[in-house]
């Protein structure tokens, strides 16, 4: 979450073998009740216990969305007031009955559990977040035993670092750590840190500091909570420098989550910085790589502010996500209809880039109040399975057009394929086989209509709303792609402009054409193909950041194509544009203009045109 006025917070990680590692050793150290720890005696069914933290990407609910909303009578007591015992339970009775079965299973309590509704913090003797008598009357760890006894799991919420409210004077002593009080955790300056400040900064060289993660973490392990969101982690959530560096915050949560002995998903928020997305994946099981999702309006969210947005932010993280650590998008909030503040289209759209994008599935409606239309996007077993399976993330194999196509490759040789139109008005989406990498026939299912489209030849072109999208399985039954590559620092080719050869590791020649900005211009030249006609070209490049390259054949005009971030400077990704050429020798430029072009690393021209 993000509050936007606030002076007071509202407020790979393990991989796969590691997660398996850590739920082995706490079943092994368990073996008796007298040895069990109050964390590791809280509630947990045979299930939870013995399922590896985050092997797929979580599914449940949150309370963020409807806390922050101004939709009409959702806060009637004052800003984010929704948050409260009362309405978390008569979630958590609505997910058991409506959702669990398609495998939603975590209600997570988000900022506030701690304030009254003055937004006023409480602490216990130890400078640990204190649960609300108002909001959360039976305590956390009753509500998190209720949310057990319903077979799901439990989540709960904190911000990096020290609290402000809970440093008194530098006094308080630390839970578990004799000699240790709050002034022996933080810098001697008081340097403030996460998101909105609300903190500060805890230095983790002093050998108390750890001392009062572990404390945290030990409190909600004894509560019974299966999941923590750390909140307001930097470099991210809007801010950068030393001081709002928080990897050993979220590193020390790490260790201290291990010693608890229970398994704790740890998520980190927000927008969090590509340049450490190795810490996230070391640390963590999921991490948000985005600001939020909800609008802080009359409705939940809106497309512009900010599901929109995922498009263009996701792509550079694809290859970051896999078993033990997810790529997170945030709340999933298609299910209420108008309190949503979104058409159906959008609501389909915002539900298929979730999916294929495998990231985690937690809506933030009021699911007592879920319409008809929400209940089927949100329980499609079709779609649901593309999220849930073990197939890899989709990515865009066009450029970031208004027009876009996302795909991949399944391990059964299928592909996952989905069409959007992010333009205000209808249009057609096309994905080629081509771009896929095959060409002829393929049958097509409709995942979100359930229905076999029969077999298409070369493509699949279908009319969308605005906003709008579709989603297939494409099953291949023609032939593997024949083409022909061009290296863009070949010798033959010209370069305009400030453009240059560079040294790239990642690329197919260990090289590249970079320097494409203000004026600068790469001619592939000599791309001979027998038939005149129009070629998807498939373009390897890199680009840390989304940037636009105008793309001509011959002398005629150009067309300008966004590509999708790479994340960074030495990873090298794909997109497919059309090309018309003629018959013979043909030229195919990429000119920047008057802005900044993506660094080109080769193309290759298929044998045939579309």
Not at 353 to 362: E, I, T
Not at 450 to 458: A, F
Request: aromatic fraction near 10%.
């Amino acid at each position: 979450m993000r509050s936007p006025s606030q002076s007071v917070l509202p407020v790979r990680g393990l991989r796969t073998v590691l997660v398996l590692a850590l739920t082995a050793a706490f079943a092994a150290a368990v073996p008796a009740a007298q040895a069990q720890t109050p964390a590791q005696a809280s509630a947990q069914t045979p299930a939870q216990a013995s399922v590896p933290i985050a092997a797929k990407p979580y599914m449940g609910w949150s309370s963020w969305s409807m806390q922050s909303s101004k939709y009409p009578g959702l806060n009637d007591q004052g800003d984010y007031s929704y948050l409260t015992e009362a309405n978390v339970l008569k979630q958590t009775d609505a997910m058991a009955s409506k959702l669990k079965k398609y495998g939603y299973e975590y209600i997570n309590i988000d900022a506030g559990w701690w304030m009254d509704w003055s937004w006023k913090s409480g602490y216990d003797q130890y400078g640990r977040q204190k649960a609300d008598s108002a909001r959360f009357p039976s305590g956390m760890k009753a509500v998190a035993d209720r949310i057990h006894a319903t077979g799901l799991k439990a989540g709960i919420y904190l911000p990096a670092g020290l609290e402000k409210g809970a440093y008194g004077d530098g006094k308080t002593p630390i839970w578990n750590a004799d000699g240790c009080t709050t002034a022996d955790i933080v810098y001697d300056d008081l340097r403030t840190t996460n998101g909105w400040d609300s903190a500060y900064k805890i230095d983790f060289d002093k050998p108390c500091a750890q001392k009062y993660i572990d404390s945290q973490a030990q409190m909600i392990a004894g509560w019974g909570y299966d999941f923590l969101k750390l909140d307001g982690v930097g470099p991210g959530s809007g801010k950068s420098g030393d001081q709002y560096n928080n990897v050993a915050d979220v590193a020390a949560w790490n260790k201290a989550i291990a010693a608890t002995g229970r398994p704790i998903h740890l998520e980190a928020s927000w927008s969090l910085d590509f340049g450490h997305a190795a810490d996230w994946q070391k640390y963590t099981n999921g991490w948000r790589i985005d600001t939020d999702v909800e609008c802080y309006c009359n409705t939940l969210v809106s497309w512009e502010n900010s599901v929109d947005d995922r498009w263009d932010d996701t792509p550079a993280w694809t290859d970051k996500a896999g078993p033990g650590g997810w790529n997170d998008l945030d709340s999933l909030d298609v299910g209420n209809g108008a309190m949503d503040g979104l058409t159906k289209a959008e609501r389909q759209s915002y539900a298929t880039l979730w999916a294929v994008a495998k990231s985690p599935l937690f809506t933030g409606d009021d699911i007592t109040k879920l319409d008809d239309y929400g209940v089927s996007l949100l329980t499609n077993r079709e779609v649901i399975a593309v999220d849930q399976s073990d197939n890899p993330p989709a990515r865009p194999i066009t450029p970031s057009d208004p027009q876009q196509v996302w795909a991949a490759k399944n391990a059964d040789g299928t592909y996952t394929v989905a069409l959007f139109n992010l333009a205000d008005s209808p249009a057609a989406v096309t994905a080629d086989w081509t771009a896929l990498g095959f060409s002829g026939k393929a049958s097509v299912r409709d995942l979100w209509n359930s229905e076999d489209l029969g077999s298409h030849t070369s493509k699949i072109t279908e009319a969308l709303p605005a906003h709008g999208s579709r989603l297939f399985t494409v099953t291949p039954k023609g032939s593997a792609l024949a083409s022909t590559g061009y290296e863009a620092e070949a010798s033959g080719n010209t370069l305009s402009g400030n453009a240059s050869v560079a040294g790239c590791d990642a690329c197919s020649g260990q090289k590249k054409v970079g320097n494409l900005y203000v004026g600068g211009k790469l001619t592939i030249n000599n791309v001979v193909v027998d038939k005149a006609g129009t070629y998807l070209v498939k373009v390897a490049y890199v680009s840390g950041d989304s940037r636009s390259a105008t793309i001509a054949a011959n002398s005629g005009g150009g067309t300008s194509h966004k590509f999708p971030s790479t994340g960074d400077w030495g990873t090298v990704s794909t997109v497919s544009v059309p090309v018309t050429l003629k018959a013979g020798a043909n030229t195919i430029s990429f000119d920047s203009g008057s802005g900044y072009a993506p660094d080109v690393d080769r193309i290759d021209v298929p044998k045939s045109p579309r």
